[in-house]
């Protein structure tokens, strides 16, 4: 619940409307965080491969040409931001864009904004 908030200056330009739907400050500093974990091109590129396909580390090197430390990096990340998750088959991790929604609309809003769209042929989306 906002406090009401006596504005300086009263310009009538819709301030007071805008003021009560303000966003909590901590639901801004949660989409703060998880943007701030895609600001990385690495891991955003990691997080829109694994919207599409569940992967292992050593696959999504290949896929980023990059070294396995370095994806697990950017994997241990995601997945503390909540964004991605994993599952173990054997010795192999694999890892996957998590189930939620809002890692659905962050790969929705990151498809729009670079203007491509899902691959459709021999993959399944996972979110």
Known sequence: MNKKITLPHNHDHGSHAVMDRLPAQEDVETVADLLKQLG???RLRIFWI???VEECVI?????MEMTNPAVSHHLRILKTSGLIVS???GKEMYYRAAD???AQ???HAMEEIMEISCPKENTSSHI
């Open 40 to 42: 990385d091109p690495s």
């Open 50 to 52: 694994l919207c599409h």
């Open 59 to 63: 696959d999504i090197a290949a896929m």
């Open 87 to 89: 599952r173990r088959e």
């Open 100 to 102: 939620t929604d809002i």
């Open 105 to 107: 609309k962050l790969h």
